[in-house]
Structures are given as C-alpha cells and as structure tokens.
C-alpha cells in the first residue's frame, strides 16, 4: 500500500510569506498529526486531526493552522513566517493500531 | 506530563557487532506505549519497534530488539550485527494509550555511525 505522501519535499519562502504544506495519509487512515524539527528544539507535536476535526494541538502560536478534508488528507498553514519557521515538517498517519504511526519524508521548509 | 531522555553523545560502533541505544521516560500514566524510530539523512522517520507498557514480553523486531525494564522506566533499543546502512539518528518515542490525545513525545536523539 501506498505510504504517507508529504509536498512539496523542498520550499525556500521569505520572512512574512505564507506557506501550505499537503500530507496525504495511508488509505484507511483517519487520524493525521503533524510535527516539527528542529536543530535546536528536536521534534515537537503541532497539531492532530481525525475525521476532518482538530483533536489536540500543541504549543505553538497561531500563526501555524491546519486542517483535514474528507478524505483525510491534511494541510498545515503558516503565516507570517519567522527565520525560526526554517524546519523539517514530518507529517504521520495512524490507524486503529496504537503503534500504527508512519511517517512522511517531510517537508524542508527555509524561510530566508 | 510525559517526558524521553536521551542522553548519549554520538555512538560508534562496528561493522557487525551489537549495539545498545539508552532511553529513559518519565510518566503517571500507567497505559502507554513506547516506539524507537530510525531517521537517515534523507529525513524521514522509520518506525523500528514498539513496547506496550502491559506487554510481557520483551519486543523483538527482526535485528532490533528493545530492552525494556518498567520499573527503571528505561526502553533501551538493542540493534545486533550493526550494518553500514543503520549509521542514523535514532529516536525514543512515547505516547498515551487512553484518552483520546495520541501526541508523541520524542528525545533528543542519538546519532548512531556503524564503522566498516
């Protein structure tokens, strides 16, 4: 089956831009999170949605928003990005299992 | 509040041998589930192995096998017969079983290079 599709893999954007990133999941997936890493801050929760709904959200101003559509597939938002927004944007899909995460290749964001 | 601790600097080992990768966590919870993931530098996140907390059994995965002592609240990851290709950041994981926030909570990270 098919793995979880992230785009675009690369994006250069500038201080004030705003920027969509796409995460399709597995087939059969509902739930979708989405996390950022950084050098200095590792990996961090942004936000989980399942069945189109925002579950849990993480520490991060609202600037960063996302969403999921009916058939699961989700977009993070940024706007107004910051030199700081400069990461690797790793989106998981998960089942029913409790060990069924898997993950994108990412998103590379630089924001210069 | 769950927390992973992961403290060893960069691992070195050989070609073949077997290496132990440290991870500590700290939780109230008493449902909870811990993953080890593998990130090469292309980026993306490979999952290795999982450990319930009501699991038995220590979980073995292929090469990978993870060392699990609940009472120490440590989760070490074992990887026998190292090869070239396992040179990569390795990273401890938890989340909660109950309820319904399904958050991982990542260490730092280990950088792990497998000499020929």
């Known amino acids: 089956k098919a793995g979880v599709t992230q785009t675009p893999r690369y994006l250069i954007k500038t201080r004030g831009q705003q920027v969509t990133l796409s995460c399709s999941p597995i087939?059969?997936?509902?739930?979708v999170s989405w996390y950022q890493q950084t050098p200095g801050q590792g990996l961090q929760f942004l936000f989980e949605?399942?069945?189109?709904?925002?579950?849990n959200k993480g520490n991060f101003p609202g600037r960063f928003s996302g969403r999921q559509f009916s058939n699961s597939r989700s977009e993070m938002n940024v706007s107004t990005l910051e030199l700081g927004d400069s990461a690797l944007y790793l989106c998981?899909?998960?089942?029913?299992?409790?060990?069924?995460?898997?993950f994108g290749s990412g998103t590379r964001l630089t924001v210069v | 509040a769950q927390k992973i601790t992961q403290t060893q600097p960069g691992m070195f080992v050989q070609e073949k041998e077997a290496v132990t990768l440290d991870c500590t966590y700290d939780?109230?919870?008493?449902?909870?589930?811990l993953f080890w993931y593998k990130q090469p530098s292309s980026g993306e996140m490979i999952f290795l192995i999982y450990?319930?907390?009501?699991?038995?059994q220590n979980a073995t995965e292929g090469r990978y096998s993870l060392n699990f002592q609940k009472a120490r609240k440590s989760a070490n990851l074992v990887i026998s017969a190292s090869q070239l290709g396992d040179s990569a950041m390795y990273f401890c994981?938890?989340?909660?079983?109950?309820?319904?926030?399904?958050?991982?909570?990542f260490g730092k990270g280990i950088t792990l290079s497998v000499r020929p």
């Open positions: 998981a899909s998960r089942g029913d299992s409790p060990r069924g995460y898997t």
């Open positions: 087939s059969g997936h509902r739930s």
């Open positions: 949605y399942f069945s189109e709904t925002q579950r």
């Open positions: 939780t109230s919870d008493q449902s909870y589930g």
């Open positions: 450990q319930g907390s009501y699991d038995e």
């Open positions: 994981a938890m989340r909660m079983i109950t309820g319904a926030n399904s958050k991982l909570t």
